[in-house]
């Protein structure tokens, strides 16, 4: 909502907000799926709206798209085939291609819309769309994963919107189950899994379904990402066939590409659930 000034999300049932002090509204749209609005902010550089809540900034995407990306594709040993489930800001697809054993990178984005927005706004975001390795497709990425053969991918990012109306789907049982039969051995799922402060039942239930889908290992990051509600974020890790614990940490220290916030001691104090989660992810 926009208001003398400024934008400001409210945080459905938590009685806070967001609210950054803007310049001026550069794009506002409605797509056959969500309102999509672009604004010029005084220090968040440019903001992307959906259906009103905060998308993308300028100014903190980095950590948002860096552990949606590295600590999976660092986990397994040789992260090949990736689909990417919405993502439509193409930032998680930039970071995924830094990764020179990446081969092949499906992004199936429900909403063109977002990407030919964002491509016009965030070209930083999108300057690694034209690489040969990056396919984008714009469907649903459910039955994507429903109608992908066994075995597809080694890495499946779920870069969504909340759990509600198209993205609901995206956090059942019944799509793990998918994702895990599209899934190669030893394959890993990360989906972006809310506020750890807002949102530990969903949470809890990421754990639980996919769990339920049989995945042998399930694990939570948590990192800050201070446009999103409560400021904390986290996504949440699972793998077929073996465990989570450990990644290639040579690899992360001989890398040949530049990351602002994830590194290997990201990588491991992410991992790190504070009390009130571990209890009740027992
Ligand atoms: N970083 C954001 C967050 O954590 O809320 C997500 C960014 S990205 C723009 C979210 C995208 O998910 C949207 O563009 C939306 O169109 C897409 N999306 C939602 N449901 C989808 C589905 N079932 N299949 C594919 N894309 C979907």
Redesign the pocket.
């Known amino acids: 909502m926009e208001r003398d000034g400024w934008y400001s999300e409210e945080w459905a049932g938590q009685g806070s907000a967001i609210s950054l002090r803007i310049k001026e509204k550069l794009h506002d749209e409605q797509s056959p799926?969500?309102r999509i609005e672009i604004y010029e902010t005084e220090t968040f550089g440019t903001l992307m709206t959906?259906d009103g809540?905060v998308?993308?900034t300028d100014r903190d995407n980095f950590v948002?798209h860096e552990m949606m990306s590295h600590p999976a594709l660092f986990t397994h040993e040789k992260p090949e085939r990736v689909l990417i489930?919405?993502?439509?800001?193409c930032g998680t697809l930039r970071e995924v291609l830094k990764h020179e054993e990446v081969r092949h990178v499906d992004q199936?984005?429900?909403?063109e819309r977002?990407t030919r927005v964002a491509e016009r706004y965030f070209p930083e975001l999108c300057a690694a769309n034209a690489d040969p390795r990056a396919h984008l497709h714009f469907q649903?990425?459910?039955k994507w994963v429903k109608d992908a053969p066994a075995g597809s991918y080694d890495v499946i990012i779920v870069?969504?919107?909340?759990p509600v109306?198209?993205?609901a789907?995206?956090f059942g049982q019944a799509f793990y189950a998918d994702c895990l039969r599209a899934l190669a051995r030893d394959g890993i799922v990360v989906g972006?899994s809310e506020s750890p402060l807002f949102h530990a039942g969903l949470i809890k239930s990421m754990h639980e379904a996919l769990r339920g889908a049989n995945f042998l290992d399930v694990a939570t990051l948590y990192f800050p990402q201070c446009t999103?509600p409560s400021g904390w974020w986290s996504a949440t890790m699972a793998r077929r066939d073996t465990t989570l614990a450990g990644f290639r940490e040579e690899a992360v220290a001989e890398r040949d590409f530049a990351t602002r916030y994830y590194n290997d001691g990201i990588h491991r104090a992410a991992l790190a659930s504070p009390e009130f989660l571990f209890q009740s992810l027992l």
């Open positions: 799926y969500q959906l809540l998308m993308v948002y489930i919405g993502g439509g800001d199936v984005e429900l909403d977002v649903d990425g459910i870069d969504s919107t909340d109306g198209p993205a789907g995206l972006q999103y």
